[in-house]
């Protein structure tokens, strides 16, 4: 039996196809691949930088779909079933819009596939799969289990090895589409299980993908233990109630820990309470003030997140948080445009006041395109929100501000490794910044594919 995993585009420019420069490994399909029987053969395509081989043949294709590649890959999986080669879909746009993606696969994966995966497998080999599958949560994840990597090689993905430590947060943003798929629950690995999982790779620079890696402070200490002999570095995502915890941050440091992408969303404490950002509200009172000069004590390299958006949202509000995330010199910044994923509290607000674009469904939309508006906001018009986030993009991520940025004593300029960091990762993003504004989801011209 032969599988074929796929991790699908967001979609093309208007007269290219997007190669994604800064791509990283697909981890979900190296679990896959580690959770599939041996006597399978499996090969995977990253449709981000190679062009998918739909005639070589195969047995069953599993894609895992995200919502902003949806709409893409339901045009691969289209490919393959015209070929008469049955397709399964997994992932989180499944667990938020399990009918939707029906229409487009011969079988779905609803949730976590861990204790599922090989049944579903065994079924397929047996003439019986069904169409849909619907996989618990363990309560500890990734129980023994070691992502393969040797489905990596030669992809040309960063030289950074990606794993996972924890599944999910313990706050209840409305926007988060993880939120919505873990129901607010936080679930950990087995620390021994971690330290076998980097052994067992050569490299020493690590990203925990987890959603908030600190969200169990206990734990969390626990799995920085374990790290400090190892020597790795690392970053990660983390919230800002970390800092109350003295030995959790030495730990922390201790550990490798170079930087982490923390959600600041607003500096407004008005859009916080609207986003149920508990972790952040009164923080934001005096911009962040003490947690930033924190965060520049311990030597944190900081990915600012911000979301752009809000009801208390102006574009002059909008365009002071990029000034503040440059004077903060923080090493990178996101500016995300409030996006209403399907079956968050977000989306249902929006939807029942009528304020929804492309008929809700913007992620199918032939009209759509990366970083729009999707909804109309409260104080601006959609275009004008679309407009000052890209403005937020190219302000932060100018050459200017870029050599600003840079002279940061206490994190950027710490030692030679945190600057070559610095100086490399920076014009990659610019560069990925320009490369997707706007991009078109699917490859395909305006195709019908709503259903």
Request: aromatic fraction near 14%; charged fraction near 30%; glycine fraction near 4%.
């Given at each position: 039996m032969k599988l074929v995993l796929i991790k699908p585009n967001i979609g093309r420019r208007e007269h290219s196809l997007y190669v994604d420069e800064g791509r990283m490994e697909p981890l979900q399909l190296g679990i896959l691949a580690a959770l599939t029987p041996r006597d399978v053969e499996i090969v995977m395509y990253d449709d981000r930088m190679e062009e998918i081989p739909y005639d070589e043949g195969a047995d069953l294709v599993a894609i895992t779909v995200e919502t902003f590649t949806a709409r893409r890959g339901y045009e691969i999986s289209k490919a393959y079933r015209e070929r008469g080669i049955p397709t399964v879909m997994g992932g989180m746009h499944v667990?938020?819009?399990?009918?939707?993606?029906?229409?487009?696969?011969?079988?779905?994966?609803?949730g976590d596939a861990e204790n599922l995966w090989p049944q579903l497998i065994e079924d397929f080999k047996r003439g019986q799969l069904k169409k849909e599958y619907r996989g618990e949560q363990p309560l500890i994840p990734q129980k023994s289990i070691?992502?393969?990597?040797?489905?990596?090689?030669?992809?040309?993905?960063?030289?950074?090895?990606?794993?996972?430590?924890?599944?999910?947060?313990?706050?209840?943003?409305?926007?988060?589409?993880?939120?919505?798929?873990?129901?607010?629950?936080?679930?950990?690995?087995?620390?021994?299980?971690?330290?076998?999982?980097?052994?067992?790779?050569?490299?020493?620079?690590?990203?925990?993908?987890?959603?908030n890696i600190v969200a169990d402070f206990e734990k969390a200490k626990a799995l920085f233990t374990a790290l400090i002999p190892l020597k790795v570095k690392w970053v990660s995502q983390g919230s800002m109630d970390m800092l109350e915890d003295q030995e959790l941050m030495e730990l922390m440091v201790k550990s490798g820990c170079l930087g982490l992408v923390i959600g600041f969303e607003s500096i407004n404490e008005e859009n916080l309470e609207y986003a149920a950002k508990g972790a952040n509200r009164k923080r934001a009172l005096d911009h962040y003030k003490k947690e930033i000069q924190e965060l520049r004590k311990w030597g944190l390299q900081t990915w600012a997140a911000f979301t752009l958006g809000y009801d208390g949202d102006t574009k002059e509000s909008i365009i002071e948080t990029c000034k503040f995330a440059i004077e903060n010199k923080f090493c990178f910044a996101a500016f995300n445009i409030l996006m209403p994923y399907p079956n968050t509290p977000l989306y249902a607000k929006l939807q029942e006041e009528g304020r929804l674009l492309y008929g809700g469904n913007w992620w199918l939309h032939e009209d759509y395109r990366f970083n729009h508006a999707a909804f109309i906001p409260q104080n601006l018009s959609p275009e004008d929100l679309t407009e000052v986030s890209f403005w937020c993009r190219r302000a932060f991520n100018s050459p200017w501000s870029i050599f600003k940025r840079a002279l940061e004593p206490h994190t950027n300029l710490r030692n030679p490794y945190r600057f070559f960091t610095y100086l490399i990762?920076?014009?990659?993003?610019?560069?990925?910044?320009?490369?997707?504004?706007?991009?078109?989801f699917g490859l395909k011209e305006a195709e019908k594919i709503n259903g």
């Open positions: 667990m938020l819009l399990p009918e939707e993606v029906k229409n487009h696969a011969d079988s779905i994966m609803i070691i992502t393969r990597r040797d489905i990596f090689e030669g992809k040309g993905y960063l030289p950074i090895t990606l794993l996972q430590f924890s599944r999910g947060c313990k706050y209840h943003c409305n926007f988060c589409a993880s939120t919505a798929y873990f129901k607010g629950n936080h679930y950990c690995r087995d620390v021994q299980d971690v330290v076998r999982e980097i052994k067992s790779q050569k490299r020493k620079l690590l990203f925990f993908v987890d959603d990762y920076n014009p990659l993003f610019r560069k990925e910044v320009f490369k997707k504004q706007s991009m078109r």
